[in-house]
C-alpha cells in the first residue's frame, strides 16, 4: 500500500500575504526546541537543512558544538528528551547530534580540597586585629589620663617598680661620677709618670741636684704605679655597677614595660566587657558578650603571668644586686683608703682578693714578629 507523498504535508504550510511564514506554526516549533535543549545552546546555533519535498524529511535541524573557546567537548554533546524528540519527530525534522568530540567522563572518588588559604587575606586580618586592638587601648590610655577609666593596679607590685626606678637613676649618677673619677685619675697618674721621669732625667744631667731630683723621680713613679693600681680597682667597680645598671636592672624594666601593656591590654577588654553586660542582652548582642568574655580571658590569664614574671624577676634582683653591690662598694673603700694612706701592700692584697689582674703598659700592641 503506497502511503502518502511528505509533499502534502509540506504544501500545507500557510503563507501569509506579505510572503512570510504564519507566525503561529514557526512560534510553537522554535518555543518547543528553546525548551528541550539544553542550557549553552540557544536556538542562535541551530540550523535547518532543507531538503527536497520528495524526500522523506522536510529538513534537518544541525546542532554544532557551543562557539564559546573555552567550552569542553562535553559541552557540545546534546541529550534531548524523549518529549523534545518526539516534537521534533512531529514536525518532521531530525536531529542530528555530532560525536566527534564528544568525551567519555570517569567515574571515580570525588575528593573534596581544603580551600587555600590566601596570605594577602592573612595578612589582612592580622593588621585588623592589630588596628581594633591598637584602637582599645589607646582608648583606654586616653581614657586613663583624663580620669574617666578605671585602672587596674597592684600596690605592692607598684610600690616595688617605682623603688626600683629610683635606685636605678641613682646608681647611674654615681656610675658617671666613678666614671669622671677614672677619668680624672688617669690624667694624673699619667701626669705623675711623665713627672718622674723628667725628675730622673734631671737628676742625671745636674750632679749637684742630683739626690734630690732622684728623690722626687722615685716618689712620683710610685705615685702613678700606686695610681694605676687603684685606676684598675676602679674600673673594676665602674664595670660592675654599669652591668647591674644597664643589663640587670634594665632586663627587669624591660619585663616591667611588657607587664604594663598587658595591664593596659586587660582594662581595655575589661571595660569593653562591662560596656557590653551594661547594654541590652538580645540575639544580637550575645554573641559578641561571649566572644568578648573569651578576649577578656585572654588577656587576664596574660596579665596574671606577666605579674608573676616581674615579681619573680624583683626578688631575684634585689638578691642580685645586693650581692654585687656589697663586694663592690667594700673593694672601691679599701682601694681609695690604701692608695691615700700610701699602703702599698694593702692595696695589692685588695686586688688580689677581688681577682682583679692589671694590664701592663704595651701588653695589648702586638709584637714586631706579629707585625710582620
Given at each position: 500500500?503506497?502511503?502518502?507523498?511528505?509533499?502534502?504535508?509540506?504544501?500545507?504550510?500557510p503563507?501569509?500575504?506579505n510572503?512570510?511564514?504564519?507566525?503561529?506554526?514557526?512560534?510553537?516549533?522554535?518555543?518547543?526546541?528553546?525548551?528541550?535543549?539544553?542550557?549553552?545552546?540557544?536556538?542562535?546555533?541551530?540550523?535547518?537543512?532543507?531538503?527536497?519535498?520528495?524526500?522523506?524529511?522536510?529538513?534537518?535541524v544541525e546542532a554544532?558544538?557551543?562557539?564559546?573557546?573555552?567550552?569542553s567537548?562535553?559541552?557540545?554533546?546534546?541529550?534531548?528528551?524523549?518529549?523534545?524528540?518526539?516534537?521534533?519527530?512531529?514536525?518532521?525534522?531530525?536531529?542530528?547530534?555530532?560525536?566527534g568530540?564528544?568525551?567519555?567522563?570517569?567515574?571515580?572518588?570525588?575528593?573534596?580540597?581544603?580551600?587555600?588559604?590566601?596570605?594577602?587575606?592573612?595578612?589582612?586580618?592580622?593588621?585588623?586585629?592589630w588596628?581594633?586592638?591598637?584602637?582599645?587601648?589607646?582608648?583606654?590610655?586616653?581614657?586613663?589620663?583624663?580620669?574617666?577609666?578605671?585602672?587596674?593596679?597592684?600596690?605592692?607590685?607598684?610600690?616595688?617598680?617605682?623603688?626600683?626606678?629610683?635606685?636605678?637613676?641613682?646608681?647611674?649618677?654615681?656610675?658617671?661620677?666613678a666614671?669622671?673619677?677614672?677619668?680624672?685619675?688617669?690624667?694624673?697618674?699619667?701626669?705623675?709618670?711623665?713627672?718622674?721621669?723628667?725628675?730622673?732625667?734631671?737628676?742625671?744631667?745636674?750632679?749637684?741636684l742630683?739626690?734630690?731630683?732622684?728623690?722626687?723621680?722615685?716618689?712620683?713613679?710610685?705615685?702613678?704605679?700606686?695610681?694605676?693600681?687603684?685606676?684598675?680597682?676602679?674600673?673594676?667597680?665602674?664595670?660592675?655597677v654599669?652591668?647591674?645598671?644597664?643589663?640587670?636592672?634594665?632586663?627587669?624594666?624591660?619585663t616591667?614595660?611588657?607587664?604594663?601593656?598587658?595591664?593596659?591590654?586587660?582594662?581595655?577588654?575589661?571595660?569593653?566587657l562591662?560596656?557590653?553586660?551594661?547594654?541590652?542582652?538580645?540575639?544580637?548582642?550575645?554573641?559578641?558578650?561571649?566572644?568578648?568574655q573569651?578576649?577578656?580571658?585572654?588577656?587576664?590569664?596574660?596579665?596574671?603571668?606577666?605579674?608573676?614574671?616581674?615579681?619573680?624577676?624583683?626578688?631575684?634582683?634585689?638578691?642580685?644586686?645586693?650581692?654585687?653591690?656589697?663586694?663592690?662598694?667594700?673593694?672601691?673603700?679599701?682601694?681609695?683608703?690604701?692608695?691615700?694612706?700610701?699602703?702599698?701592700?694593702?692595696?695589692?692584697?685588695?686586688?688580689?682578693?677581688?681577682?682583679?689582674?692589671l694590664?701592663?703598659p704595651?701588653?695589648?700592641?702586638?709584637?714586631?714578629?706579629?707585625?710582620?
Amino acid at each position: 500500500m503506497a502511503q502518502e507523498s511528505p509533499k502534502n504535508s509540506a504544501a500545507e504550510i500557510p503563507v501569509t500575504s506579505n510572503g512570510q511564514l504564519e507566525d503561529s506554526h514557526e512560534h510553537s516549533f522554535n518555543r518547543d526546541l528553546k525548551y528541550s535543549l539544553p542550557v549553552g545552546l540557544g536556538l542562535s546555533e541551530t540550523k535547518i537543512t532543507p531538503h527536497g519535498f520528495d524526500s522523506a524529511k522536510e529538513g534537518v535541524v544541525e546542532a554544532g558544538p557551543f562557539p564559546s573557546s573555552s567550552a569542553s567537548p562535553k559541552s557540545s554533546v546534546i541529550s534531548p528528551s524523549s518529549a523534545a524528540a518526539s516534537r521534533l519527530a512531529g514536525q518532521g525534522c531530525d536531529l542530528i547530534i555530532p560525536t566527534g568530540n564528544r568525551a567519555q567522563q570517569k567515574s571515580g572518588p570525588v575528593v573534596l580540597a581544603d580551600e587555600v588559604k590566601n596570605p594577602a587575606m592573612e595578612k589582612l586580618e592580622l593588621v585588623r586585629k592589630w588596628s581594633l586592638n591598637t584602637y582599645k587601648c589607646t582608648r583606654q590610655i586616653i581614657s586613663e589620663k583624663l580620669g574617666r577609666g578605671s585602672r587596674t593596679v597592684d600596690l605592692e607590685l607598684e610600690a616595688q617598680i617605682d623603688i626600683l626606678r629610683d635606685n636605678k637613676k641613682k646608681y647611674e649618677h654615681i656610675l658617671r661620677l666613678a666614671q669622671t673619677l677614672s677619668t680624672q685619675l688617669f690624667q694624673m697618674v699619667n701626669t705623675q709618670r711623665q713627672l718622674g721621669d723628667a725628675f730622673a732625667d734631671l737628676s742625671l744631667k745636674s750632679l749637684e741636684l742630683h739626690e734630690e731630683f732622684g728623690y722626687n723621680a722615685d716618689t712620683q713613679k710610685l705615685l702613678a704605679k700606686n695610681g694605676e693600681t687603684l685606676l684598675g680597682a676602679i674600673n673594676f667597680f665602674i664595670a660592675s655597677v654599669n652591668t647591674l645598671v644597664n643589663k640587670t636592672i634594665e632586663d627587669t624594666l624591660l619585663t616591667v614595660k611588657q607587664y604594663e601593656s598587658a595591664r593596659i591590654e586587660y582594662d581595655a577588654y575589661r571595660t569593653d566587657l562591662e560596656e557590653l553586660n551594661l547594654g541590652p542582652r538580645d540575639a544580637n548582642t550575645l554573641p559578641k558578650i561571649e566572644q568578648s568574655q573569651q578576649l577578656f580571658q585572654v588577656h587576664k590569664e596574660k596579665y596574671d603571668k606577666m605579674r608573676n614574671d616581674v615579681s619573680i624577676k624583683l626578688k631575684f634582683l634585689e638578691e642580685n644586686k645586693v650581692k654585687v653591690l656589697h663586694n663592690q662598694l667594700v673593694l672601691f673603700h679599701n682601694a681609695i683608703a690604701a692608695y691615700f694612706a700610701g699602703n702599698q701592700k694593702q692595696l695589692e692584697q685588695t686586688l688580689k682578693q677581688f681577682h682583679i689582674k692589671l694590664k701592663t703598659p704595651g701588653a695589648d700592641a702586638p709584637s714586631w714578629l706579629e707585625e710582620q
